[in-house]
């Protein structure tokens, strides 16, 4: 069989000018294959051109979305950066709150006597030398120092709390320990041998008018409010607890009962000359587990 030869496409048109006024007519003959070939290129140009612009436009748009998001990140980060300016501020704020309350502390343990003087020996100190490294506060060196401040914080409460507790049990202490005067008045006879050694005086006694109050020295319970055949006359023991107890004799009169609460400082009697007295005066003792001894101690 003889193979068929394709033959080429052999049409063409014909484009046809034709002028105004009856000049003359042009026409311009092209093949197929040339229109075809034109057509083909014409397409392929006009997606190459579609492609370029989508692609320009596509570009200019995220450049455009790029800068607003960089703007907006640099924008942020400036904002958090003054936060964290502000916060660093802060946490050194609260720092020399902590420096200034470790102070006080001390202060107070000391004026207490519960510690010596232990602690910071440059606390306080007339010196301010300073030096180091200049560091730009992060996110880092920021969160160790607030993390050191919180513990700081937790052993500053519980040392506090314990100063509390000391204070207040040296206080509870004070107020049953015999720390004041019982009356106003001069002193007229002394605690120990008096009369050229003929007696001994187990108080002092301090004299003044008749009805010159007289006051607990401590918080106590009343033991004793009356009149005593011994030689005290009217007279009221107070118990303080731990073994101690105060007497008050040769008063005019008793303004409190057994068995009641008394507070230092509340009026118990008023001065007279009752019992064995020479004259109007509080005659005064302080006894430990029963034994007297020398009242100057607890004024």
Do not use: C
Request: charged share 20%; no cysteine; proline share 4%.
């Amino acid at each position: 069989m003889e193979k068929q030869v394709q033959k080429p496409d052999q049409r063409e048109y014909t484009i046809k000018i034709i002028p105004h006024r009856g000049e003359t007519v042009h026409s311009i003959r092209l093949p197929i294959n040339v229109i075809k070939y034109g057509m083909a290129s014409l397409t392929i140009g006009l997606m190459l051109f579609v492609g370029a612009f989508s692609y320009t436009t596509y570009s200019m748009y995220s450049q455009k979305n790029d800068k607003a998001e960089i703007g907006e990140l640099r924008q942020v980060n400036n904002i958090q950066q003054e936060q964290l300016l502000q916060l660093a501020k802060k946490a050194n704020a609260l720092q020399s709150d902590m420096e200034k309350l470790n102070e006080l502390e001390l202060e107070i343990r000391q004026m207490s006597s519960s510690e010596g003087s232990s602690g910071n020996p440059g606390a306080g100190g007339t010196h301010d030398g300073q030096g180091g490294p200049r560091i730009q506060p992060d996110l880092q060196n920021v969160t160790e120092a607030l993390d050191n401040l919180e513990k700081n914080m937790a052993a500053r409460k519980q040392s506090l709390e314990a100063l509390h507790q000391q204070i207040s049990a040296k206080q509870a202490e004070m107020a049953i320990t015999p720390s004041i005067w019982p009356a106003s008045g001069d002193i007229s006879s002394n605690y120990g041998l008096r009369w050229g050694g003929t007696d001994f005086h187990p108080g002092i006694d301090i004299a003044n008018d008749v009805g010159t109050p007289i006051v607990a020295t401590a918080d106590g319970i009343v033991t004793t409010a009356g009149w005593n055949s011994g030689g005290y006359g009217n007279m009221v023991d107070i118990d303080h607890g731990n073994g101690i107890m105060t007497r008050y004799g040769h008063t005019s009169q008793v303004v409190v009962s057994a068995g009641q609460q008394v507070r230092r400082g509340q009026v118990i009697a008023y001065m007279g000359n009752t019992g064995f007295s020479t004259g109007p005066h509080l005659h005064y003792e302080v006894r430990i587990n029963g034994q007297a001894v020398n009242p100057a101690r607890y004024l």
